[in-house]
Nanobody, 123 residues
């Protein structure tokens, strides 16, 4: 089992920045690919970014490319999502997730999920 706890959400003005963190405990964190997903009110959960176990492989949704950066620190069992140039459309609850093997965009391949952290971007 892997337990995931997100933090770092909050209220920010458009154009601002936030850094989300996801702390993992349980089985060997470094062996898992990690993903960030988000769910806006009334919408389905969607992929944001993912990173491989070695941090050598990252993938992003087109909507966040160039603005968001995913990274991980295996020594701290933590994955991060640096969010810059935030837009009101980025308002959502952000979830981190873990899966063994390679990072993927599809929600259904992730085995472990955190409870989420809310991000609100005001215009």
């Amino acid at each position: 089992q892997v337990q995931l706890v997100e933090s770092g959400g909050g209220l920010v003005q458009a154009g601002g920045s936030l850094r989300l963190s996801c702390a993992a405990s349980g089985r060997t964190f470094s062996s898992y690919a990690m993903g960030w997903f988000r769910q806006a009110p009334g919408k389905e959960r969607e992929f944001v970014a993912a990173i491989g176990w070695s941090a050598g492989s990252t993938i992003y949704a087109e909507s966040v490319k160039g603005r968001f950066t995913i990274s991980r620190d295996n020594a701290k069992n933590t994955v991060y999502l640096q969010m810059n140039s935030l837009k009101p459309d980025d308002t959502a609850v952000y979830y981190c997730a873990a899966r063994s093997n390679s990072p993927l965009k599809s929600i259904r391949y992730y085995d472990y999920w955190g409870q989420g952290t809310r991000v609100t971007v005001s215009s």
